[in-house]
């Protein structure tokens, strides 16, 4: 009896000391998985999913997809946070996470990461199709293997990492219709292009924290914000006409075409007034209008499709 009381004690301390209940230990499980930006990811690829359907929707397939994906997502942002644990224990916003808190041994993690992504491909390899996979199988490279690894190197890695960010829609897309057509590279765009005022938001909020771990973005090596400033206005300006094209393109319509417009003004706004007064509160705006715009742009879409 005593050696499994040990056991079990064994079990409720992570690295560092920390001692959990098995319910602090479940929830720093789904910390690793970043729930919300996952459920971001499944949101647009749901949208990219209905958008792609050719007559009634498959539900079941529709399932499997956002299974496959939920999964998928879960595991990269997992074994994101195992290769940058030594990072985010040197940023305020990060080091309470579970790997840097000490909740949760870096193993754990990489356990975790490798079994959720790997589970992932062979989910949508075989019940969804090999094409999403493969399209899954990108991210994890894009993701992994390029933007974490260059964000401590160059500005570039915000480029870099848009790329494997933008896949949701597709991948929702290819699912649904097992090939890839232009109206999916739109949906990729609109994601490809948000990408860019939505994290120089974030960067310039944190810049302190992101110089202070040595991670080179664009706010950390210009801190007066005036090349942030001009991106952030540039990208939603590019934006803009670039999400009107899914009502030229035939998969949505003319309302949507319109709140469209109205929306792109709305985050356009936002863009323009933190880019002039580069304060944080308005960084904080910008993040915010960032957040509700995608999931109503897209939301709109599927509604109008």
Partial sequence: MKAVAVEIDRGNIAA????????????????LTKPRITFLIVLTSAAGYFLGARGPVDYLNLLHALVGITLLSSGIATLNQFMERDLDGMMRRTSLRPLPSGKLQPLEALVL??????????????????????????????????YTPLKTRTTLSTAVGAFPGAMPPLMGWTAARGEVGVEAWVLFAILFLWQFPHFLAIAWMYRE????????????????GRVTGQQIIAYTLMLIPVSLLPTVLGISGKIYFCGAVVLGALFLYSS??????????DARRLLLASVLYLPLLFGLMVLNR
């Fill in 16 to 31: 560092g000391g920390v001692r959990l209940t098995a319910r602090e230990r479940a929830s720093a499980y789904l910390e």
């Fill in 113 to 146: 990461g490798i079994w959720l992504t790997t589970g992932a491909e062979a989910y949508l390899a075989f019940l969804v199709n090999p094409l999403t996979a493969a399209f899954g199988l990108s991210v994890i490279v894009g993701y992994l293997f390029l």
């Fill in 209 to 224: 924290d992101y110089g202070r771990a040595g991670i080179v973005m664009l706010p950390v090596i210009e801190p007066e």
């Fill in 272 to 281: 323009v007034r933190a880019a002039l007064s580069k304060s944080r509160q």
